[in-house]
């Protein structure tokens, strides 16, 4: 079935330096894509989203792009800071559930001082 | 309210018994959705509720899996002789009708005994 990945489950970042999350997605059909933080005990924070006709979307430090030939989003944060620490799931909407998400399984973000 | 609420936040339960979980979308939210998170893992897709239709109920696992939305409102998700591979955490998350966004709620964690 269709199925939506990440190309490293843990990444290890110091306190100020840039991240860069990869997600690898497969379905064509997908044309929306987010990207939400999820913290220990809690539900998933939305952070981000992005619609298939744009390649480049921009929040507060933080930045996604959409790559569509190759299938590949990514989740930039600058400047990361220790409240950034957390998984952090992409998402998209191609399943066969309709609107129902299909979450990657996660990337656990470690900043350090 | 200000966003998605859930309860109980924690369910402790033996094997064979029935289980009720609640969902508070936010206000005006037409969608709703239930997610299913195992240890470490990505979502899992279990219903979706849109308006007055018919609902998506092709990510339910089991026919001990069950639903309703009363009043387009509140959802009670319902898990018949619970088993242990139910263990989980059962996130709620709505959507307003013009937004592809889903917001989560903070979750319920069962655990099956």
């Known amino acids: 079935g269709e199925s939506v990945g990440l190309h490293l489950p843990t990444l290890s970042v110091q306190e100020g330096d840039n991240s860069i999350i990869n997600c690898a997605y497969s379905n064509s059909a997908s044309d929306y894509f987010i990207w939400y933080k999820q913290e220990s005990g809690k539900g998933p924070q939305f952070i981000i989203d992005?619609?298939?006709?744009?390649d480049k979307r921009q929040g507060q430090r933080v930045t996604v792009l959409l790559n569509k030939t190759v299938k590949h989003l990514s989740l930039q944060i600058a400047a990361t800071q220790p409240g950034d620490s957390a998984v952090y799931f992409c998402a998209e909407n191609g399943s066969n559930s309709g609107y129902a998400l299909n979450f990657g399984k996660g990337t656990s973000l470690l900043v350090t001082p | 309210g200000a966003g998605v609420s859930q309860s109980p936040s924690n369910k402790v339960t033996e094997k064979g018994k029935d289980v009720e979980l609640r969902c508070d979308p936010i206000?005006?939210?037409?969608?709703l959705y239930w997610y299913r998170q195992s240890l470490g893992q990505g979502l899992e897709f279990l219903i979706y509720f849109q308006g007055n239709s018919a609902p998506d109920k092709s990510g339910l696992p089991s026919d001990r899996f069950s639903a309703e939305r009363t009043g387009g409102s509140v959802s009670t998700l319902t898990i018949q002789r619970t088993q242990q591979e139910d263990s989980a955490v059962y996130l709620c998350?709505?959507?307003?009708?013009?937004?592809?966004?889903?917001?989560f709620g903070p979750g319920t964690r069962l655990t099956v005994l």
């Open positions: 998350a709505s959507s307003s009708p013009s937004l592809d966004t889903q917001y």
């Open positions: 992005i619609r298939s006709n744009m």
């Open positions: 206000s005006g939210h037409t969608a």
